[in-house]
Nanobody
Framework: VQLVESGGGLVQAGGSLRLSCVAS????????MAWYRQGPGKQREVVAG????????NYAESVKGRFTISRDNAKNTMYLQMNSLKPEDTAVYYC??????????WGQGTQVTVSS
């Protein structure tokens, strides 16, 4: 499985961005996908997750009500709509996929910078 993120950039506080993650390869083996982020000097943390077979999405407390994760299975693409961005959302955002064998795959990351 290969993952490629896009959509990062520089935005002012209060603004919005939409990240995309396109999966290729053995996409039929993917059972769940998620967005992680790693801010400057911080550990990587999960932001939001979504199963591929339907079911409930989940979010980190810090982004609830502001971020929305979604997936278009026909396009093998996952999205992260980020609204009301804050400077503390500044990070490299990574796409993650989990397959049937519990193997994890990572994208290369996309930088999101929120200016105050």
């Amino acid at each position: 499985v290969q993952l490629v993120e896009s959509g990062g950039g520089l935005v002012q506080a209060g603004g919005s961005l939409r990240l995309s993650c396109v999966a290729s390869g053995s996409t039929s083996s993917i059972t769940a996908m998620a967005w992680y982020r790693q801010g400057p000097g911080k550990q990587r943390e999960v932001v939001a997750g979504i199963p591929t077979s339907g079911g409930r999405t989940n979010y980190a407390e810090s982004v609830k009500g502001r971020f929305t994760i979604s997936r278009d299975n026909a396009k093998n693409t996952m999205y992260l709509q980020m609204n009301s961005l804050k400077p503390e959302d500044t990070a490299v955002y990574y796409c993650n996929a989990l397959d049937l064998g519990y193997r994890r795959y990572w994208g290369q990351g996309t930088q999101v910078t929120v200016s105050s």
